[in-house]
């Protein structure tokens, strides 16, 4: 079906809107089923008495790690917790995201979006805003885990490169000393798929600040820039690491879960402002998208989740270049295939949308590590003011989520990554003293 709005008289305008609701709360009551066994009758039976707003303003950027936000508009889940007037946006890039959130819908900008995790704290910090103005934000939960990929050019395809990118250091500098122009493209400074890059190119000896220059290219141009050159080497979320392999451009070296296992990934994150007015629309909104993740982990859900996700309004891809990494199934345009991988992006399980201080301090740790926050930056005081996993308590109890898919503490305690190297939450400057490459004197 085309997604293009109906065009018709305007007072049919009230009429479609109630059509579309009662088709969404329908849709609901008929996604109940396909939930987890035991859920269906509690989440319907959830309150949504008291909402201050039925309306909010989301943004989001073109990837799968979205999925929650598109099956909640498209299962009816908003609609289904009396928010039904939400708007789920699509954003050019991750740069408009941000603008967009400094402007609030009051100003036509958003309330809140799927965002890089650690955005809402460059934000909310004044480190990437118009003249370093604060805007306070909070993370009411994590949208996914894992799920991202390091690709690399054909150019390189004679290396076959994969966790190591120990033999990608030669070749760069070959490549520079012909006087060519090595990059590597990344989708915001500070965000996660600028560390992913970051932390293997470092782990096999290659500086990302000084062997090669970091680019930012927004995720759907991804594919077209390095199709003509532009770059690479490149991290993002799917469909774009299987689109350049189905376009015969590149290829995957890993998937970042390989990286650090269950890592975690994109944010669900609100303008404080918008929380501060609207605690119980809040909670309604967060309910709505743990039922959409819920609905999302299910395996027998996913061809309908990649068909979703896949339309025009939100991806704009074909299916093709989405279902089979979705449903874990990895083919990495060298020879290598791997069946039902581990590293499969996770929407639910393993705490997924639980959102972890410890994760928080290690993302701000390694902004910190590349030279984005200055190195006596208070991270525990910031990770205080803008992580609302109460909040997410408060959802999640409401929505009579089993108590052993509630963490029991803020920490998922001691990191290990590929590389032998360990994240410990209680002493995150042992961890920085272990890096061997990083921008800090």
Same mark, same amino acid.
């Given at each position: 079906?085309? #997604?293009?709005?109906?065009?018709?008289? $305007?007072?049919?305008?009230?009429?479609?809107?109630? %059509? &579309?609701?009662?088709?969404?709360?329908?849709?609901?009551?008929?996604?109940?089923?396909?939930?987890?066994?035991?859920?269906?009758?509690?989440?319907?039976? *959830?309150?949504?008495?008291?909402?201050?707003?039925?309306?909010?303003?989301?943004? @989001?950027?073109?990837?799968?790690?979205?999925? $929650?936000?598109?099956?909640? #508009?498209? &299962?009816?889940? @908003?609609?289904?917790?009396?928010?039904?007037?939400?708007?789920?946006?699509?954003?050019?890039?991750?740069?408009?995201?941000?603008?967009?959130?400094?402007?609030?819908?009051?100003?036509?900008?958003? #309330?809140?979006?799927?965002?890089?995790?650690?955005?809402? =704290?460059?934000?909310?910090?004044?480190?990437?805003?118009?003249?370093?103005?604060?805007? +306070?934000?909070?993370?009411?939960?994590?949208?996914?885990?894992?799920?991202?990929?390091?690709?690399?050019?054909?150019?390189?395809?004679?290396?076959? %490169?994969?966790? !190591?990118?120990? $033999?990608?250091?030669?070749?760069?500098?070959?490549?520079?000393?012909?006087?060519?122009?090595?990059?590597?493209?990344?989708?915001?400074?500070?965000?996660?798929?600028?560390?992913?890059?970051?932390?293997?190119?470092?782990?096999?000896?290659? !500086?990302?600040?000084?062997?090669?220059?970091?680019?930012?290219? +927004?995720?759907?141009?991804?594919?077209?820039?390095?199709?003509?050159?532009?770059?690479?080497?490149?991290?993002?979320?799917?469909?774009?690491?299987?689109?350049?392999?189905?376009?015969?451009?590149?290829?995957?070296?890993?998937?970042?879960?390989?990286?650090?296992?269950?890592?975690?990934? &994109?944010?669900? *994150?609100?303008?404080?402002?918008?929380? #501060?007015?609207? +605690?119980?629309?809040?909670?309604?909104?967060?309910?709505?998208?743990?039922?959409?993740?819920?609905?999302?982990?299910?395996?027998?859900?996913?061809?309908?989740?990649?068909?979703?996700?896949?339309?025009?309004?939100?991806?704009?891809? $074909?299916?093709?270049?989405?279902?089979?990494?979705?449903?874990?199934? @990895? !083919? =990495?345009?060298?020879? &290598?295939?791997?069946?039902?991988?581990?590293?499969?992006?996770?929407?639910?399980?393993? @705490?997924?949308? =639980?959102?972890?201080?410890?994760?928080?301090?290690?993302? %701000?740790?390694?902004?910190?590590?590349?030279?984005?926050?200055?190195?006596?930056?208070?991270?525990?005081?910031?990770?205080?003011?803008?992580?609302?996993?109460?909040?997410?308590?408060?959802?999640?109890?409401?929505?009579?989520?089993?108590?052993?898919?509630?963490?029991?503490?803020?920490?998922?305690?001691?990191?290990?990554?590929?590389?032998?190297?360990?994240?410990?939450?209680?002493?995150?400057?042992?961890?920085? !003293?272990?890096?061997?490459?990083?921008?800090?004197?």
């Amino acid at each position: 079906m085309d #997604d293009t709005p109906f065009k018709g008289h $305007p007072h049919d305008a009230k009429r479609r809107h109630f %059509l &579309k609701q009662s088709l969404t709360v329908a849709g609901a009551g008929a996604a109940l089923g396909l939930l987890p066994p035991g859920l269906a009758s509690a989440v319907w039976a *959830a309150g949504t008495d008291g909402l201050e707003t039925t309306t909010a303003k989301l943004g @989001f950027i073109a990837l799968t790690d979205a999925a $929650p936000l598109f099956v909640a #508009d498209e &299962k009816g889940f @908003f609609a289904k917790h009396g928010m039904t007037g939400v708007e789920v946006l699509k954003q050019s890039s991750w740069g408009t995201t941000r603008d967009n959130l400094v402007l609030g819908s009051a100003a036509n900008g958003i #309330d809140g979006a799927h965002i890089l995790t650690p955005m809402p =704290y460059l934000i909310a910090a004044g480190k990437v805003t118009p003249n370093n103005q604060p805007v +306070p934000m909070y993370i009411v939960a994590r949208l996914n885990l894992a799920g991202q990929c390091i690709s690399v050019g054909n150019e390189h395809a004679d290396l076959k %490169l994969g966790l !190591d990118s120990a $033999p990608f250091k030669a070749a760069l500098a070959a490549k520079r000393a012909g006087g060519k122009t090595v990059n590597a493209a990344m989708t915001f400074p500070g965000g996660t798929h600028d560390l992913w890059l970051r932390y293997w190119l470092a782990a096999g000896g290659i !500086d990302p600040n000084k062997d090669l220059s970091t680019i930012v290219v +927004p995720p759907p141009q991804m594919v077209a820039n390095m199709k003509v050159g532009s770059m690479d080497s490149f991290c993002v979320c799917e469909p774009w690491n299987a689109q350049l392999i189905n376009q015969k451009i590149g290829y995957t070296a890993n998937t970042t879960g390989e990286i650090w296992d269950k890592h975690p990934e &994109k944010a669900l *994150a609100l303008r404080a402002d918008y929380v #501060d007015k609207h +605690p119980n629309a809040t909670k309604a909104l967060l309910k709505a998208v743990m039922e959409a993740q819920m609905f999302c982990e299910q395996p027998q859900n996913k061809e309908e989740v990649a068909e979703i996700c896949a339309k025009r309004r939100w991806i704009n891809a $074909p299916v093709a270049d989405i279902i089979e990494r979705m449903k874990g199934n @990895f !083919d =990495y345009g060298t020879g &290598k295939v791997v069946k039902d991988s581990p590293h499969i992006m996770r929407y639910w399980d393993d @705490f997924a949308s =639980y959102p972890f201080k410890s994760h928080d301090l290690w993302f %701000l740790t390694e902004n910190k590590r590349w030279g984005y926050l200055p190195k006596d930056f208070d991270s525990q005081a910031l990770i205080a003011k803008v992580n609302r996993s109460d909040l997410w308590r408060q959802a999640a109890t409401e929505l009579n989520v089993p108590s052993a898919q509630i963490p029991d503490s803020d920490s998922r305690g001691i990191e290990t990554f590929f590389d032998g190297k360990t994240f410990d939450p209680q002493n995150p400057q042992a961890y920085l !003293d272990s890096l061997s490459i990083k921008a800090l004197a």
